[in-house]
Nanobody
Framework: QVQLVESGGGSVQAGGSLRLSCAAS????????MGWFRQAPGKERTGVAA???????NYADSVKGRFTITKDNAKNTLYLQMNSLKPEDTAMYYC??????????????????????WGQGTQVTVSS
């Protein structure tokens, strides 16, 4: 059974940094699209960043230049480095994976919440 477990969330002041981790178990993806999403109370879940097995990445405009998505294939772990955090970054953050990814980068880069596998989420709170 494929599982994704996020960690690394917490409370920080504006301008601070956090690194989220997403450990995958039950499956090693040789070809993958993986992403980070976030959802604030009362709002829709939106895409933050995506990465595929070729190392291509894409980011939401709101986080470009501040967030970095990476994947450690040896550890089967996805990361999201978040710098220069703002109060509007406050949300529950989820990682997601598409084990059926066939290399359609445009689909992966679209940052749509159409993934097969999701983690349980980790809370990020940024205070002003």
């Amino acid at each position: 059974q494929v599982q994704l477990v996020e960690s690394g969330g917490g409370s920080v002041q504006a301008g601070g940094s956090l690194r989220l981790s997403c450990a995958a178990s039950g499956y090693t993806y040789s070809s993958y699209c993986m992403g980070w999403f976030r959802q604030a109370p009362g709002k829709e879940r939106t895409g933050v960043a995506a990465i595929d097995s070729d190392g291509r990445t894409n980011y939401a405009d709101s986080v470009k230049g501040r967030f970095t998505i990476t994947k450690d294939n040896a550890k089967n772990t996805l990361y999201l480095q978040m710098n220069s955090l703002k109060p509007e970054d406050t949300a529950m953050y989820y990682c997601a994976a598409d084990p059926t990814y066939g290399g359609n980068w445009y689909g992966c880069a679209a940052l749509l919440p159409e993934y097969n596998v999701w983690g349980q989420g980790t809370q990020v709170t940024v205070s002003s």
